[in-house]
């Protein structure tokens, strides 16, 4: 698998890639079993059932790093935060933000774009509880790394929605930039920033998570300050 990611020649070829991964006998058991017994709501639905690549431009200036895809979200509509809760408010702020031509992403055929900006996945498949193991995390970390190697031409800033994304990337600077960590490495919190030299800004953000909207722990003005941030350090207007 590792060798796989590595040899991906662009992005079509890496999200074909991926999507076709057996590597985590957990997520692949899950990510199936959900598929098949499926929420009452989306009964009439085939659900996709299978690991969820990126999504958006080839050419990103601001990438967006989230856990992993939702059981009746991604997993169901093959799109990355598509479907649920969570993508509802992230893409109604990116909308806001101008960096994408929509503000809802319901199916991967709903016509949604988005501009200078993709977003993936530290884990490429649902996980139960939405917690992937740190050797599953391990184990998927070369469709990432990839995936940024692919786009580090235009790639400037990232956004960590959680402190498990932001964990997530700091083996990419090494693997992909060549940059050691820093040490103590940075502690996530909403609006925290780290900034080096010769790889991306990253900013974190508390995740789009049911849990943090639903509570008011993060509102829409808190993510508006994120893009806003995001699109200067980027350099997007
Ligand atoms: S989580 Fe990642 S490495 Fe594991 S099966 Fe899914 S795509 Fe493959």
């Known amino acids: 698998m590792v060798a796989r990611a590595a040899r991906a020649t662009d992005l079509a070829d890496l999200d074909g890639a991926v999507s076709n991964c057996f590597a985590c006998p957990r997520l692949v058991s899950w990510r199936e079993e959900v598929a ?3 929420r009452a709501a989306f009964r009439e639905q085939h659900y996709w059932g299978r690991p969820v690549p990126g999504f958006g431009t080839p050419d990103a200036r601001i990438g967006i790093l989230g856990l992993a895809p939702a059981a009746h979200g991604g997993n ?5 935060f598509t479907g649920d809760r969570s993508g509802d408010v992230l893409f109604a702020a990116l909308h806001r933000a101008g960096l994408a031509n929509q503000p809802t992403s319901v199916a991967a055929d709903d016509g949604l774009t988005l501009r200078d900006t993709r977003i993936f996945a530290a884990v490429r498949c649902a996980p139960p509880d939405n917690k992937p193991t740190p050797a599953e ?3 998927c970390a070369p ?3 990839r995936e940024v190697a692919l786009i580090r031409p235009t790639l400037r800033v990232v956004v960590a929605l959680g402190a498990f994304a ?3 990337w700091w083996p990419v600077l090494r693997d992909v930039y ?3 960590p820093p040490s103590p490495r940075p502690v996530f919190g909403h609006g925290a920033h780290w900034s080096g030299t010769a790889a ?3 900013l974190g953000c508390y995740h789009v998570s049911q849990q943090n909207t639903f509570t008011g722990r993060l509102t829409p003005l808190m993510l508006d300050d994120v893009f806003a941030r995001a699109k200067q350090l980027a350099g997007v207007d």
């Open 36 to 38: 098949r017994t499926k």
């Open 76 to 80: 169901r509509t093959g799109r990355i």
């Open 137 to 139: 995390r391990d184990t």
């Open 143 to 145: 469709w990432l790394h």
């Open 166 to 168: 932001w964990a997530a």
């Open 178 to 180: 060549g940059v050691r």
């Open 200 to 202: 991306p800004e990253l």
